[in-house]
C-alpha cells in the first residue's frame, strides 16, 4: 500500500505530470525538460528523483547525458488509465 502511495503522490504535481506525460511516446535527456516545463536544471532534477523513486521512471546514462523514460509498459499503461495522455513537446534538444 505504501508503494501505490509514493506512486500517486509522485503524480500530485503539475511539472512531474509534465514530465510524465512528455515520455509517454518517447524519452528524452534530461537537458530537455528545462524548456518543456520552464524550469531550472535543479528543479527539474529533484522532480525526476521523485518519478524515479516512485518507479514511474528509469534512467540510463549516455555519455554526459541522462535520458529518461517511463519504467516499463506495465507502468505506462497504469498511467494512461488514470487519465496521463502525451502532450506535445517543441524542445529544444541538448
Known sequence: MKDK???FKALGDETRL?????LMDHEHCAC???????KDQTTN???LKVLVEAEI?????????????IKNDEVKVILQNIGIER????????
Open 32 to 38: 530537455e525538460f528545462t524548456d518543456i516545463t520552464d
Open 57 to 69: 521512471l528509469d534512467y540510463r546514462k549516455e555519455g554526459r547525458n541522462i535520458i529518461y523514460r
Open 87 to 94: 502532450i506535445d513537446t517543441c524542445c529544444k534538444g541538448c
Open 18 to 22: 509534465k514530465i510524465v506525460a512528455c
Open 45 to 47: 532534477s529533484r522532480h
Open 5 to 7: 502511495a509514493k506512486f
